[in-house]
C-alpha cells in the first residue's frame, strides 16, 4: 500500500510527539514527518518536491510563521493539501489561510476524531484525484497516439497544408 506523506510543523516538540502518537496517521494512509520550524519543512519539501501530499502547519512559529511556509509551498507546488493547527480561534488567520488555498484550520489541542476524519476526507481527495487525473502510460496505445500526433505536427510545420 502506498503510503502518501504529511509533514507537521510546530516548534513546540511536545504538540509534534503527541500528534504522531495520539493520530493514528498510517490507518489514514499517511506517513508522518515532522518540522520543528518552517524552514525545516521548505527545506525538506524543497529536496522531495513530489514525495510530500500535506503539510499540517501551526501558525505562530519564530523566524517564518506558518502562513509564510504556506505561501513559499504553494511557489514550489500548489495541488500540495494544507491544514493549519494553531491556538488561536482568530478568524483573519482563517480567512488568509482559505485565500491562500487551505484545507482546513483545526484548533489546539486538537481533537483527535475531528483530525482523524480530516485525514480520511483528504486521503480520498488525493485518491480520487490520483486515479481521475494521473494517465496510465503503461498502455502502449496511447504512449503511439503522441507519437502519431507530435509527427503529424512536424509534418505539418515542415511541409505545411501542400
Do not use: C
Amino acid at each position: 500500500m502506498y503510503m502518501k506523506k504529511v509533514i507537521i510543523v510546530d516548534d513546540e516538540p511536545w504538540i509534534l510527539s503527541g500528534l504522531k502518537k495520539m493520530v493514528n496517521f498510517k490507518a489514514y494512509g499517511f506517513e508522518p514527518i515532522t518540522a520543528s520550524s518552517a524552514m525545516e519543512a521548505l527545506d525538506y519539501l524543497k529536496k522531495h518536491p513530489l514525495g510530500v501530499d500535506l503539510v499540517i502547519t501551526d501558525i505562530n512559529m519564530p523566524g517564518m510563521d506558518g502562513l509564510e511556509l504556506i505561501k513559499k509551498i504553494k511557489e514550489i507546488r500548489s495541488d500540495i493539501e494544507i491544514v493549519i493547527l494553531s491556538g488561536y480561534s482568530e478568524f483573519e488567520y482563517a480567512r488568509q489561510g482559505m485565500r491562500l488555498g487551505v484545507n482546513d484550520y483545526v484548533l489546539k489541542p486538537v481533537n483527535i476524531d475531528e483530525m482523524e476524519t480530516l485525514l480520511s476526507k483528504i486521503n480520498e481527495k488525493l485518491d480520487t484525484f490520483e486515479m481521475t487525473y494521473q494517465p496510465d502510460f503503461s498502455v502502449g496505445s496511447q504512449y503511439f497516439a503522441l507519437i502519431g500526433a507530435f509527427e503529424a505536427l512536424h509534418n505539418l510545420a515542415r511541409y505545411g497544408d501542400n
